[in-house]
């Protein structure tokens, strides 16, 4: 049996939702002192990469970038790490930054090193969300709502050789 894939998202779309999102994180974020978008690893932090550089085109307010480091196969069992000081996000808001939301374990898990912090507000932003939400995970900003069954897969390639491209295998 052989498996088709279908672009669900071209490039220019995908362009066209991270600036649109880009937008919405600004608006309601309006007077927020600092903004740091969190990207879990892999094309989530890719996300996270675009997300920032469009928002500080249309937004003077500070932003930062930083990436969470999770085992998304196993994210009870592992360390999940950022590469800067928690401390260093105090009174910020945090956008965590993922590429797909399926179930919400990665992103639920993901919480965890902004919970010791101070932080000013914690929102979630996704470019597609499937919708099977089996972890009280609501997203604050969505790029792409998609009803999948749950065989088929959504792969998301955000890497630095463009096209980007959202493909539901």
């Avoid at 196993?74 to 939301?101: R, W, Y």
């Amino acid at each position: 049996m052989t498996t088709t894939s279908n672009v669900i998202l071209t490039h220019d779309k995908i362009v066209q939702k991270i600036r649109r999102i880009a937008f919405e994180v600004y608006e309601d974020n309006f007077g927020a002192k600092e903004i740091v978008f969190a990207g879990i690893r892999g094309m989530g932090y890719q996300f996270a990469k675009l997300l920032q550089t469009e928002f500080s085109t249309i937004s003077d307010i500070p932003s930062d970038l930083t990436k969470i480091t999770i085992d998304k196969t196993a994210p009870v069992q592992t360390f999940i790490e950022l590469d800067k000081e928690p401390e260093s996000l105090e009174g910020k808001v945090i956008i965590i930054a993922d590429d797909v939301l399926n179930t919400g374990r990665t992103l639920a898990y993901s919480i965890k090193p902004f919970l010791g912090v101070r932080v000013e507000k914690l929102q979630v932003a996704v470019l597609v969300d499937r919708g099977y939400h089996m972890f009280p995970v609501i997203p604050s900003f969505i790029g792409y709502e998609l009803s999948t069954t749950v065989k088929q897969t959504i792969e998301v390639d955000l890497s630095d050789k463009e096209p980007y491209t959202v493909t539901l295998t």
